[in-house]
């Protein structure tokens, strides 16, 4: 044991072991910069634009979310004097109002969300399977048939989205020109509530339509045929073939376009907001549109708008984490 000890004491000058991770970190970051810059370089800019964009706004929602932040006590400007904020930390306060129901604007409009979410998914999937089934078997002119169907998807979404504002005009519009030719009275399409929400629908499956079909015909193209031709020569009817087969073999693209779609429909602002603006008792709005309208509409409430964004943001992520695990241990 003494013999140890001395040969430990008559070490010259060891290095401290601290030092020596550091050092290694560093040279391998080195030797990583050295072998990779030019990539580190061209994702640099996409990382910038990700975080101003993206995580840095997200990051101050979060923040708003635990103020009591308005337009009444935010920092402004008034001329040349300025007046400091005046908001303070509240903690949790925002979130208990929406999810206690104490608010009472979050459940309803979640209510309509969800009706809103799954009859467009459900309604869309479904006449673009049809669709894509029929422009999957050979057909004159199948080419010329996908372009027209695509073109909803081709033009911008606020186009199309007034063009169908105007066929909806309870004066000029078409519609009503079509039923008054067989004698109808016209009608004001966007007037009360049930009308305009039956009218978002129409006209979000009239936009989400093309790409499902496309995302579909992709999907039934990937099934070999030789599954339809054995299915065929043991008897399957069209129906078995259709459930035994083209079922099963879209499972992959249906699990991800149904994700996609669901996300997307949960937060279409665009289709709503451009379709009724203002003209609305606030039953149509669902979460993301009356999140807008407490941002930017009246007195606005920045810190309750922020805490409906995280809401959904956490009912989108908890939502997709489900239905992934859900369809892995499907696959598995």
Same mark, same amino acid.
């Given at each position: ?159 199309? =989205? ?7 005009? +309870?004066? #000029? !519009?078409?519609?009503?020109? *079509? &039923?008054? %030719? ?114 930017? =509409? ?7 708008? +922020?805490? #409906? !964004?995280?809401?959904?943001? *956490? &009912?989108? %992520? ?15």
């Amino acid at each position: 044991m003494t013999t140890a000890t001395v040969e430990r004491a008559e070490r010259p000058g060891r290095p401290a072991r601290s030092k020596e991770p550091r050092r290694g970190l560093l040279t391998t970051i080195a030797r990583a910069w050295d072998r990779h810059w030019y990539a580190w370089a061209m994702v640099a800019p996409v990382v910038i634009v990700i975080g101003v964009l993206v995580l840095y706004p997200l990051g101050y929602g979060v923040y708003l979310s635990f103020t009591n932040a308005t337009a009444q006590n935010v920092a402004t400007n008034i001329g040349p004097v300025h007046i400091p904020a005046s908001y303070h930390f509240v903690g949790l306060h925002n979130y208990w109002q929406i999810v206690s129901g104490k608010d009472g604007d979050f459940y309803p409009r979640l209510e309509w969300t969800v009706i809103w979410t799954v009859a467009c998914v459900a309604i869309t999937y479904s006449l673009g399977l049809a669709m894509a089934m029929l422009l999957n078997r050979p057909m004159r002119f199948r080419l010329l048939y996908r372009l027209a169907l695509i073109l909803p998807w081709a033009v911008p979404a606020f186009v199309g =989205v007034f063009a169908w504002r105007l066929m909806f005009n +309870a004066q #000029y !519009g078409v519609f009503n020109d *079509l &039923i008054n %030719v067989v004698g109808l009275p016209s009608q004001d399409w966007l007037g009360t509530p049930f009308a305009q929400k039956v009218a978002v629908i129409i006209v979000n499956v009239w936009c989400g339509v093309p790409f499902m079909m496309v995302a579909i015909l992709g999907g039934l193209q990937a099934v070999p045929t030789e599954l339809y031709e054995a299915a065929e020569m043991d008897g399957a009817s069209p129906l078995q073939r259709f459930t035994h087969v083209t079922v099963p073999g879209l499972r992959p693209v249906t699990s991800t376009v149904i994700l996609l779609s669901t996300v997307w429909t949960f937060n279409m602002f665009p289709i709503i907001y451009l379709l009724l603006g203002s003209n609305t008792s606030g039953d149509t709005d669902i979460l993301v549109t009356f999140a807008y309208e407490k941002a930017f =509409v009246g007195i606005s409430d920045y810190a309750g708008a +922020a805490s #409906y !964004g995280i809401v959904i943001l *956490l &009912i989108l %992520v908890a939502f997709s984490t489900f239905y992934r695990s859900r369809i892995k241990t499907e696959q598995s």
